[in-house]
């Protein structure tokens, strides 16, 4: 018989201290091609990020969202905010997610990786949805980053409502948006460390 572990409450998640965030200092916003191919030789020398991706949110009856938006991967020390809206930079994107034998890790990806399949036209390879190690786990509910960061850190994840439902198509992106996006992902990884899980190695 598998054990069962409750899922944190809201109330019991808003009593813990705040979880540490990346600052703007180790957060990158990525627009072209060439910062792309920066961006992408520092992320190749780990083997498994943080993924995670943001798109307009949509309001109105039958609206439909031309997302993702916005790419975010990070290793332990930097994330990456990769802006969709140049071709050379989505393309460059679209080949790192591509790319097998490097994990990303996040959480509740099945719509992420419909809407890149469809925005463009790839099918990231080696996605981790931890909500699933968790349910393996023993835990019923879909954790979500929030859950995960206090079951494993005793610590609270913060996350602007605000941000989250901003227009993530804009081509100037806030620095709330930046903070936001980037510590999503970077927070998937700091979890799948956690877990223990290791990333296989490269061919």
Known sequence: MHTTHPTPSKEAIALLDPFERLGLDRIELVQTLS???????????????????ESKPTFLKNEV?????????????????????????SAATAAA???PGVVKAGFGLGDDRKRIKEKLGVEPMDVLDLNHVFRQRGYRKDMGVKGAVAVLF???????????????????????????????????????????????RKP
């Not at 992408?40 to 943080?50: E, F, I, N, Q």
């Not at 969202?65 to 071709?87: C, I, K, N, Y």
């Not at 100037?172 to 998937?188: C, F, G, P, S």
Request: with cysteine; aromatic share 10%; hydrophobic share 50%.
């Open 65 to 89: 969202s031309h997302g993702p938006h916005v790419v975010q991967l990070a290793t332990l020390e930097r994330a990456w905010v990769f802006q969709l809206h140049d071709r050379d930079c």
């Open 35 to 53: 910062q792309a191919e920066r961006a992408l030789h520092a992320l190749s020398r780990v083997p498994a990020w943080g993924f995670d991706t």
């Open 97 to 99: 997610l591509a790319m």
């Open 154 to 200: 005793n610590r609270r994840f913060i996350k602007s409502g605000k941000a989250s439902t901003s227009n993530w198509a804009n081509e100037r992106l806030t620095e709330a948006q930046l903070i936001y996006a980037a510590n999503d992902a970077w927070a998937a990884l700091r979890v799948f460390h956690a877990l223990g899980l290791v990333a296989p």
